[in-house]
C-alpha cells in the first residue's frame, strides 16, 4: 500500500514537477540566508558566512538532484523526453519518416499474415477425432490405367 501511495505522489509531481522546483529553490535560498547570518553573527564576514553555509548545507544541485529523483518517476520522465525527440526528428524529416513507417507497417503486416496461417495450419490440431490416424494414400498405376484415392482409417 505505502509503494502505491508513494507512486501516485510522484505520479502527480511529474505534473507540477516545475512549480515544485521552484518551491524548492525558493527554500534552499531561505536555508542558506539564514545559515548565513548565523555564521555572520558569530564573526564571519559575510563573504566567508556564506560560504560556510554553503558548504554545510552542500551542494544545491545535488539537494536539487537528490529531490528530483525522490519526487519523480524518472522512467516515465525519460521515456517522455524521448517520444518528444522522436517525434521532432520524425517531423524534421517528413520524406524519411514516411518511408521508414510504411516499412514497418508492410513487415507488421507480412509477420501477421504469416503467423494467421502457420497457426490456422499447423499450430492447431484438426477438427476430427483422432486427428493423428487420419492418413492419405494416392495411387498411379499406369499399366492398368487407374488411378485412386484410398483413405485409411
Known sequence: ????????IRLSNLTTRRSADQRL???????LAIQTEENM????SPTEARRQA???????QAIREHHHVEQSLP????????LRY????????PGFSLIAIATMALGIG??????????????????YPNPTELVRVVDDLPGVGAKGVHHAH
Open 1 to 8: 500500500m505505502k509503494f502505491l501511495r508513494r507512486f501516485l
Open 25 to 31: 529553490q525558493e527554500e534552499i535560498a531561505e536555508h
Open 41 to 44: 553573527r558569530v564573526g564571519m
Open 54 to 60: 554553503a558548504l554545510k548545507l552542500g551542494t544545491v
Open 75 to 82: 522512467f516515465i520522465e525519460n521515456l517522455l523526453f524521448d
Open 86 to 93: 522522436a517525434v521532432r526528428m520524425l517531423l524534421r524529416s
Open 110 to 127: 507480412a509477420t501477421t499474415a504469416i503467423y494467421s496461417v502457420i497457426d490456422a495450419t499447423l499450430l492447431h490440431p484438426l477438427p
